[in-house]
């Protein structure tokens, strides 16, 4: 069955650092991938998509890579801030069968930037 | 306004008793979602529809029941709610078009069955 690994639950950083998050997958073959944001109580909101024929994308501090050989997303925050502090959920999507329309989700990692 | 509400945002209930979570949306998607959250779990799927006539089972609809009343409206019920399935409950919504795939979620509705 399709899994979906983010590398850790919980990653601290000291603000300015750049926080790196990992999203690895098996048994799938995705044609995008997202990155959602997540406050406490509150629904995800959508950040970045990176679709299986491109190798990263950026958006303002943020950049994601997308490895499909290695099955794995990279999500990097520049600089980052205590404003940064929330979890983030990786997503895969697919193009056709049973995945299609439909979005697997990751457990989440919480990030906490401190001052 | 929101583009996604949920009613209720908070609601108790008991063991055997049907409950209905309502979502409703002014962004003209064809789609909608409804996910579950447990703690460390992430979103699990349970129902999704492409469009007023479409309904599907997602991962872990067992216990739950959906209804598409309009574009605009998507309800989910729990015809005998049991505490298992106290969760945080998300409906989402996309355009679904390639290019569109971003889901709009609402603000959630936490259920406690006791």
């Known amino acids: 069955s399709q899994k979906i690994e983010q590398n850790s639950e919980a990653l601290n950083i000291q603000e300015g650092k750049t926080a790196t998050l990992t999203c690895n997958y098996t048994?799938?073959?995705?044609?995008?991938l997202q990155w959602y944001r997540q406050d406490p109580g509150r629904g995800p909101v959508f950040l970045l998509l990176?679709?299986?024929?491109?190798k990263e994308k950026r958006k303002e501090r943020l950049k994601v890579t997308f490895d499909t050989t290695l099955k794995q997303s990279l999500f990097h925050i520049t600089a980052s801030q205590p404003a940064d502090s929330a979890t983030y959920l990786c997503a895969l999507g697919g193009a056709g069968g049973t995945s299609y329309g439909k979005l697997t989700f990751g457990q989440g990692t919480i990030l906490t930037v401190h001052p | 306004d929101a583009d996604v509400t949920q009613t209720p945002r908070n609601r108790i209930t008991k063991t055997g008793k049907r409950i209905m979570l309502e979502c409703s949306q002014t962004k003209g998607h064809d789609r909608m979602y409804w996910y579950r959250q447990d703690p460390g779990l992430g979103l699990q799927l349970i129902y999704y529809?492409?469009?007023?006539?479409?309904?599907n089972k997602g991962e872990i609809s067992d216990g739950y029941s959906v209804s598409r009343q309009a574009q605009a409206k998507f309800s989910l019920s729990l015809e005998s709610a049991i505490p298992n399935q106290t969760a945080l409950y998300f409906c989402?919504?996309?355009?679904?078009?390639?290019?569109?795939?971003?889901?709009?979620f609402g603000p959630g509705t936490r259920l406690l069955v006791l």
């Open positions: 048994n799938y073959s995705p044609a995008y």
């Open positions: 990176i679709r299986e024929n491109e």
């Open positions: 989402a919504t996309s355009l679904g078009d390639r290019g569109e795939e971003t889901q709009y």
């Open positions: 529809s492409f469009d007023v006539k479409d309904i």
